[in-house]
């Protein structure tokens, strides 16, 4: 895979750069294309309490999509919903359909271990297996059998930590555990790891809210490389990097997905008076 | 808005003299409460070491063991040089203990000095002619124990100051003894017999080694039963196991079975093992089935704790990548739980190894005179042969008594030591 897309990878001077503007351009909105993952009606309980009521998206392929909204609005939930992490909770109940290229994803044929190799996660805290920095990229394609020999797994390593932005920083230290990083090198670590088992789609929950403002804008350029080749979708709190960094945004509020559409439209011209207050800093 | 006034009278409140009686007495119920606790502190660690002192005090002379050291004459008459071991070795010994003494010729003069040597001084000098048979005809110096109650004289707990009749030995043993010690032939070195030889009736001759040994099984025993059981319980428990009234109810009676005296397990043993199952008595095998038992509860609660310290963010990285439960518990979870793990195991095994109660009642308080071979051979333990010694009544096995408390003490602090250690060293901090 190539990357095509400008980057604003400052240390790397012998790339042409393009600079980007804060939201990416509208033509390269692939309206076109079909919606990678639709959802329709998506209501999700924890024990008694009702958390997502009847959320419908379609999540566009090979873009950003931005999941904004004031805490507990239910964003990361739904989120959670798109890789059944949410079974992993005892007392979560989900309702609804969520199809990933027109196959339903709770579908009790399906097995969760393909949808979540299919659909990977990148945490709000970066969360690194406490082994090698190799270890924890050769983890994914190991369980899943994705590489026979051992070259197989460095040739994946290699190729997923440069995709990641990564190999440069540590290419002399792969044995290094890779709790030693720093925060947004762990977090781009994570981001390897779980490219590394080819996803087609990357759920990123609140990536950067541990992360300093130069970690946040590395993993940023990250996500926006990232965007040619796989679908990601983003929660996140802060609406400065919704608007940087996605394409399509929804706007959640009280367990209730209020507005969708593109970046541009829901923060220059909100059609709903919730989305406006929340854009204009009156709540959240 | 604060006026002057205001301040005025709120520094005022603070310097009242209630306020400072106030702010006496608080200070007075800090010191208090720092007191007591040092008070409680001082306490335990005067006690323990009263403990330690006094078990010392007893228990040091049993370290030592008085030597006696002879040229017994191996004279081709006493011995035939065709068939060592049929030898007359009784005679050998008083041969050998006449030369020292030529005056005593009568009979009961002859057993009373003989007397001064253990019992089964034949055997070992029979053992060492065997050994090399190049001494029949000559002579072979030899340092044997003496008997419990020269033990006794030569560690001064004999009084020799009270009349003839109030001792066990006479004034003429004392003197032959006394006339030993002066030509050199008395010695009381490291006792090294405590450790390497098996029990025994007479003090001087008793030793541990049956005990570490059948200790050693038996605890081998409690570890492989109760280690995989008790992981694997707590997995399911911790992991798998869905909330619900069934799951409460085994919860709920894996701590209260945790709590239960030992002596109910041993009278489990006793009902299962050896009256239904007809397993041996006394054997290391059924001693450490009781123990992991007993250890199991323990065991499984401080696994469900290990599990549960492994933070989430670690189970839903690996949930994320695609693990199934088994990879993320096998891969993730439990190597990263198990120095939790086996610190809770090593406290949980000394715990069980200075276990006396349940050994005694599936019969490990026998009288075993050889270390046990295999896990099915009769043995003691060493809190069962401390209990056995303890009820002896030679003077000897006074402080044989207390030496075992130390060895096993001893044992305890090592286990204890090293699970502080692996805490140490393996924990990881998130």
Redesign the interface.
Known sequence: MVNVIGSRTVNDSTKPTVSISVAAPQDAMPAAREPRIRTDKVNVWYGEKHALFDVTVDIPDRAVMAFIGPSGCGKSTFLRCI?R?ND?I?SARVEGSITLDGKDIYDPDLDV?????RV??V?Q?P????KSIFENVA??PR??GLARHKTDVEAIVVSSLKKAGLFEEVKDRLDEPGTGLSGGQQQRL?IA??IA?SPDVILMDEPCSALDPIATARVEELIDELRENYTIIIVTHSMQQAARVSQRTSFFHLGVMVETGPTDQIFTNPKDKRTQDYITGRFG | MTSPSDAAISAGIWSTPEAQASRRRRKRGDLVLQGLGIGAISLAVGLLGLLLVSLGYLGYRAFVQTMVTLDFPVSTERVDAANPAAGNYRLVIRDALVAQFPEVTSTGDLRDLNAILTNNAQFMVRDAVIADPSVIGGTIRLSLPASDQFDQLNKNNVPRDVPETQRRISDQQILWFDTLAERGAVSTPFNWGLIFNADSRFPELAGLAGAIVGTFYAILVCFLISFPVGIAAAIYLEEFA??NRFTDIVEVNINNLAAVPSVVFGLLGLAVFLNFFGLPRSAPLVGGMVLALMTLPTMIIVTRAALKAV?P????????????KH?MIL??VLP?SMPGILTGTIIGLAHALGETAPLLLIGMNAFITSPPGGLLDASTTLPTQIFIWADSPERGFLARTAAGILVLLAFLVVMNALAIFLRQRLE?RW
Request: aromatic residues 6%; contains cysteine.
């Open positions: 890789n992490m992993t005892d271990v393909e949808l979540r190799a990977g996660m945490f805290k969360n690194p297996f406490p983890y994914g369980i899943h994570c790891r779980t088992v | 869905p909330r933070p963010s670690i189970r839903e990285a690996a949930l994320g990548m695609g693990a199934s990879q891969h993730h990263l990881r």
